[in-house]
């Protein structure tokens, strides 16, 4: 993994400043640069996790490291919800934090969840749960990288929005070969669209192409009138199919 110096609290304006100087580069200085130098890192951070997750696979025979958020996971759940200095601490627990130590990556520069006052929201990024994440109905979920048949379609991180006030869990979803239905939100801090890290170690940012997806995500981001589950209707199936077929597992029950 190379020398790696240990972050400092104070070193996540770090990537603040980095977005501003990309946003310079690419010409207008506008929103639109912004916007895209913020989707540049934010890729950028996925592709850092997921060198730490292959890394983790690497030096333990394969095994994925399990994606829930609790002790011996990849992040702890925070003791204290709603509190930014535990959410950093759960970070700092997790089995992957000795590979990314760099805080900066488990945020999104374009996530405004610490903007809000009441629930300051820092780890944007969450494990897919048929990534050795949560067990769910409708699948079996890879426990090691061998399970997984198409790495390089089938996404591990996901920019979530949990309306709960921090990123608990795994992302799921029903990933049903016939009739796949969401479960968990996405962010879409990147004007409805969404950072992908796949399992061979590239990022994309997905975006939305189905209303009622986007708008039921975007209430899930300002926490109004947000319930989990949703079918999306039968002529809004396009986003729904994407991430069912990339979702990670190792086989459909």
Same mark, same amino acid.
């Given at each position: 993994?190379?020398?790696?110096?240990?972050?400092?609290?104070?070193?996540?304006?770090?990537?603040?400043?980095?977005?501003?100087?990309?946003?310079?580069?690419?010409?207008?200085?506008?929103?639109?640069?912004?916007?895209?130098?913020?989707?540049?890192?934010?890729?950028?951070?996925?592709?850092?996790?997921?060198? !730490?997750?292959?890394?983790?696979? +690497?030096?333990?025979?394969?095994?994925?490291? &399990?994606?829930? =958020? %609790? $002790?011996?996971?990849?992040?702890?759940?925070?003791?204290?919800?709603?509190?930014?200095?535990?959410?950093?601490?759960?970070?700092?627990?997790?089995?992957?934090?000795?590979?990314?130590?760099?805080?900066?990556?488990?945020?999104?520069?374009?996530?405004?969840?610490?903007?809000?006052?009441?629930?300051?929201?820092?780890?944007?990024?969450?494990?897919?749960?048929?990534?050795?994440?949560?067990?769910?109905?409708?699948?079996?979920?890879?426990?090691?990288?061998?399970?997984?048949?198409?790495?390089?379609?089938?996404?591990?991180?996901?920019?979530? !929005?949990?309306?709960?006030?921090? +990123?608990?869990?795994?992302?799921?979803?029903? &990933?049903?070969? =016939? %009739? $796949?239905?969401?479960?968990?939100?996405?962010?879409?801090?990147?004007?409805?669209?969404?950072?992908?890290?796949?399992?061979?170690?590239?990022?994309?940012?997905?975006?939305?192409?189905?209303?009622?997806?986007?708008?039921?995500?975007?209430?899930?981001?300002?926490?109004?009138?947000?319930?989990?589950?949703?079918?999306?209707?039968?002529?809004?199936?396009?986003?729904?199919?994407?991430?069912?077929?990339?979702?990670?597992?190792?086989?459909?029950?």
């Amino acid at each position: 993994m190379g020398t790696k110096q240990k972050a400092s609290r104070i070193d996540l304006i770090v990537i603040a400043v980095c977005v501003v100087l990309a946003a310079m580069t690419v010409g207008a200085g506008g929103e639109s640069a912004r916007q895209l130098a913020r989707e540049l890192a934010c890729m950028g951070n996925n592709e850092v996790l997921l060198d !730490a997750w292959l890394a983790y696979a +690497n030096d333990n025979d394969g095994a994925l490291v &399990p994606g829930h =958020t %609790n $002790p011996d996971y990849w992040v702890d759940r925070p003791a204290v919800q709603y509190s930014l200095e535990e959410e950093l601490d759960a970070i700092e627990r997790g089995l992957l934090y000795p590979y990314v130590d760099d805080l900066n990556a488990y945020h999104c520069p374009a996530d405004r969840g610490l903007n809000d006052p009441n629930y300051p929201l820092f780890r944007t990024y969450t494990i897919a749960g048929g990534a050795n994440g949560e067990d769910w109905g409708s699948y079996i979920k890879a426990k090691v990288y061998a399970d997984l048949e198409s790495p390089a379609t089938q996404y591990v991180f996901v920019e979530a !929005a949990n309306p709960r006030g921090t +990123n608990i869990g795994s992302w799921q979803m029903h &990933p049903r070969a =016939t %009739n $796949p239905s969401w479960v968990d939100p996405l962010a879409m801090w990147h004007t409805e669209s969404t950072a992908l890290g796949f399992a061979d170690g590239h990022a994309e940012v997905r975006r939305w192409k189905d209303p009622s997806l986007i708008d039921w995500c975007h209430r899930a981001m300002i926490r109004k009138g947000f319930l989990f589950g949703m079918t999306p209707p039968a002529d809004e199936q396009e986003d729904v199919e994407y991430m069912a077929q990339g979702f990670p597992y190792k086989s459909l029950k």
